[in-house]
């Protein structure tokens, strides 16, 4: 996951605050919970403010309410361009193109037939399919925001999670107006494809090609970094114990070899360039740790001393252990200066 896709920004956390005080949690409560002088919270921090408001209210249908308590005028630029597309069509055509254009963890798949439609959740790391927050809380999101589009509530034909159910019944159907299919293969929504038409009554040109505007303005300042940064990131916490092979990393960026490698080439780097390129980087780290020239060499995944020392010295200009000196040397003299003062 890149760092946007895994943290929740405190524009999002006034919708949990909301939530919580509706289940009794003051929100002095619920400010305590979040860590002091953090600007986001990672996902793990972000599960366990989920796990500490279900656990002070008794409210196991917090995630659902979560996504339910979701409005327009939360999300911004995004909310008003929304509300200015002509049908429920072309909302959803709207927030595709914006999941893929800030590349989030989870996006949803739009699959349209002659008689229905179905939002499916696309998860960049498979694992996280199983995990019950997300999913419940971007359907039933989705859910609320293209009713609240329509100016009338939408009942869906059928909702699928993937994992067991985590609360009452009664509460998804609170929700989603059906009983949700637990333990399917897809965590999804299906409408009668009759949505697709509804009209959005604040649909206005003008007003739309403002908000695209300033939708694009905050869609620049979320793009991700280009791929071989992305690539380059992923391989430096990947490196040990054995290097991450192409096939592998394509796996994780969910795309083929070959169509890494096109990707790659756009910005004319290679796979290849990248992996030495972190793996050089890494060799730095190890060797200034004090870490043996033959053993950062094998970690690093070099078949023999000679071939790392030959790379090493391309990448920096000076072989390993002249590196290792060189480091000592620089923390010896620094330690003095420290002294002297």
Do not use: W
């Not at 986001?40 to 008794?58: N, P, Q, T, W």
């Not at 072989?319 to 003299?333: H, T």
């Amino acid at each position: 996951m890149t760092p946007h896709d895994a943290t929740l920004d405190f524009f999002s956390l006034r919708i949990l605050a909301r939530v919580g005080e509706h289940y009794g949690v003051e929100r002095s409560d619920f400010l305590r919970l979040i860590p002091r002088h953090k600007k986001r919270l990672h996902v793990s921090e972000m599960k366990g403010l989920i796990d500490a408001l279900i656990a002070r209210s008794g409210a196991a249908d917090i995630p659902l309410q979560i996504g339910a308590a979701m409005r327009l005028n939360d999300i911004g630029p995004m909310g008003d361009t929304l509300r200015c597309a002509h049908t429920i069509h072309e909302a959803l055509l709207i927030l595709t193109k914006y999941h893929t254009l800030v590349h989030t963890a989870i996006s949803p798949i739009i699959a349209i037939h002659p008689e229905t439609v179905s939002i499916t959740l696309q998860y960049q790391n498979p694992a996280v399919i199983a995990v019950r927050y997300p999913a419940e809380g971007f359907l039933s999101a989705y859910l609320g925001l293209l009713g609240e589009l329509a100016g009338e509530p939408l009942c869906p034909l059928r909702v699928d999670f993937y994992h067991e159910a985590g609360a009452p019944e009664s509460c998804y159907r609170e929700v989603f107006s059906v009983t949700p299919h637990f333990q399917a293969e897809e965590n999804r929504l299906v409408f009668d494809a009759a949505v697709l038409a509804l009209p959005i009554p604040t649909s206005d040109e003008r007003l739309k090609a403002f908000h695209l505007g300033l939708l694009r303005a905050d869609l620049n300042d979320l793009q991700d970094p280009p791929l071989s940064h992305r690539l380059q990131f992923y391989l430096s916490q990947n490196l040990i114990p054995t290097p991450p092979s192409l096939k592998a990393c394509a796996e994780h960026f969910m795309m083929a070899p070959r169509t890494l490698q096109h990707h790659l080439a756009l910005e004319k780097r290679t796979f290849k360039e990248c992996l030495n390129t972190m793996r050089m980087e890494k060799a730095k780290v190890l060797l200034g740790r004090g870490e043996r020239v033959g053993m950062t060499g094998f970690l690093l995944g070099f078949q023999n001393h000679p071939a790392f020392s030959r790379m090493f010295k391309q990448y920096s200009g000076m072989m390993p252990r002249e590196y290792q000196l060189k480091i000592q040397a620089d923390s010896c003299s620094v330690r003095d200066k420290n002294k002297e003062k």
